[in-house]
């Protein structure tokens, strides 16, 4: 298992709190504990010598047996409950190992083998040590969906003339329910009836599905119970592990609840621990942010990063997990880049896997409000105009990033000023689509600014010109898109000839400066 990144509390902290001792992943104590003959009697240090080794054999049972939040302070759990849920686990275990066996028996040497890795009473992760090769999140093979199953072709017959035959020809229809329990869970008895030239008639046939349907959501919810056992309901067993890592080490203290649950990501708030780690002061409060490991949302934003060059040669070579990775990767350089250029956003505290800890913008849990949601006087509108304005430019020129999500969702108004967040999508401006990008950015501040009466704001043409430097002359929206997107070719047909893009974009004749 692989350690947080980030050291356990410093040794000279004194004794480390109860809970920190027992934490299966902390950084063994590196004082040694003498103890006398009346230390070694005691029940107390008994009771806790078990409760570390039950800790240590099932880290996943006290995360599941926890109540809503995450904190340092109520690991302990009370022995009853532990043993109940150990017995359940290694009942469970059973179930499987017998799962297992019939497997192999029916399976035997065939071939084809049908797999019961769906009925499993354990759930993968928890009885899977190996960690990150096992995919079981990779949807290009959902081991969760059902196939689908054969049915009569949609016009409903077969055949011509009078040998037609329909779908509700007596025999026909006999064989195919009897094939098509071959649909019902693995677990489901059915007999050898598939084997058999065997009829059945609808009503039983239905009267089974129906069965065999109730088994299967029975199992179903034992899965879910499993999946959603805290009251973070969108974090899989493996996010939680990492949460507690972070928790455990003493780099969070309390993980307090979820701010944003979007359709790529999951944002939680949290109060950032004392264990100052890797030379960082971790702030008091801090957002968490997990880029979401089912890949569904994620397809469509393929083209931000396979045409990203900073991540061309990786993107083919990865599977879908670590795809989301890159995201939340992507989003960490982007931000230490607005960073260091002095913009505001949220200051980056550590990345681990799909999980980016950064920065609270707000106070006390509650976030800064969305541009959109809060009231400007027309005064600090404006002030938020111009300073949005100087933070594009800057984006562009010192970061050499486009944004590519820039609109008032996800602009915080806070302390006076506005905070740009959300960049795992930005990307550099000679990305094949990132002056379109601009473009779009442009036109949803200068409209979010002009709807709300700022009467300097700029349109997007002129905006674009203001941000890139660029002086593309199209009084219209169509020639002046036309012309961002023959630039893009341009610099994408310069990568064909030399192997490299074009350094920035020029439009007024002059040769396109190149970065040699
Ligand atoms: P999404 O891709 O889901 O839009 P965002 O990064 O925009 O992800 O985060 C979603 C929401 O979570 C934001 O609109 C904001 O309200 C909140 N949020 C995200 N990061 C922070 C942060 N660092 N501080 C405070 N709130 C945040
Ligand atoms: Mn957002």
Redesign the pocket.
Known sequence: MDSVGVAAAAPDAGPSPAWQSKCPWGAPSTTSISCSLADVMSEQLAKELQLEEENAAFPEVVAAAEGPFITGENVDTSSDLMLAQMLQMEFDREYDAQLRREEKKINGDSKVSISFENYRKVHPYDSDSSEDEVDWQDTRHDPYRADKPTTTPRRGFIGKGKDITTKHDEVVCGRKNTARMENFAPEFQVGDGIGMDLKLSNQVFNALKQHAYSEERRSARLHEKKEHSTAEKAVDPKTRLLLYKMVNSGMLETITGC??T?K??V?FHAYGGNSATEDKVIPPEC?I?VFKTTLNEFKNRDKYIKDDYRFKDRFSKLNPRKIIRMWAEKEMHNLTRMQNAGIPC?QVVILKKHVLV?????QDQV??P?LKDVTLSSEDMKKAYYQILNMMQQLYRECNLVHADLSE??M?WHDGKVWL??VSQSVEPTHPHGLEFLFRDCRNVSQFFQKGGVAEALNERELFNAVSGLNITADNEVDFQAEIEALEKMNEDHVQNHGKKLSTFSSDGDPPIYDE
């Open positions: 701010i944003s979007g790529e990501s944002v957002a942010k949220p950064m920065s609270f913008i707000g976030p800064a969305k969702y996800n915080l967040i959300d």
